[in-house]
């Protein structure tokens, strides 16, 4: 009879149990454990060191945004400032004060001309004697407007022709 021999530590198979037996190595052909075990080290190790930086960066981001956030919300704060300057400059009673500081007065009534070239209205020339236009509502209420200085001045008879003609 032809029966193989059995290997040592091995019991003998049969039918599919021994086909599949011969494709598994036996005995010292298996790959030694070393090399893997030092793979899987370093590549554990390798994603701990990339995971480090990786959170390094990102905490340095935030740092980053935080000193932006900080610097936006002060130049809004400036920006803010400079916006109620300019609205205190170019308020009405401001520039009035101004204006009378520059040794301005207010202007005195328009005349008008129609497109047909005819006047309308009656021009007066501006008097520093005039009554502020513009007041302050805390102004209105504490001071008293003087006489007008035009009644007392003649005005100028309107003419119906246009100048220059």
Do not use: C
Not at 106 to 118: E, R, S, V
């Amino acid at each position: 009879m032809s029966r193989k021999p059995e290997l040592k530590g091995r019991p003998q198979l049969r039918g599919r149990a021994a086909r599949l037996a011969r494709l598994l190595p036996t005995g010292p052909a298996q790959a030694a454990r070393t090399p893997f075990v030092l793979l899987v080290v370093l590549l554990l190790g390798g994603g701990l060191i990339g995971l480090l930086v990786l959170n390094s960066a990102l905490s340095e981001g935030a740092f980053q945004l935080d000193d932006l956030e900080r610097e936006t919300k002060n130049l809004t704060d400036e920006e803010q400032s400079l916006q109620r300057d300019i609205d205190a400059y170019s308020a009405p009673d401001a520039l009035q004060r101004r204006a009378r500081e520059l040794g301005m007065v207010p202007g005195g009534h328009p005349a008008f001309l129609g497109p047909d070239g005819k006047v309308k209205g009656v021009p007066s020339a501006a008097s520093a004697a005039r009554a502020p236009l513009v007041l302050a509502p805390e102004a209105l209420a504490a001071a008293t407007v003087p006489p007008s200085a035009s009644a007392s001045s003649p005005r100028p008879t309107p003419t119906s022709s246009t100048p220059g003609r």
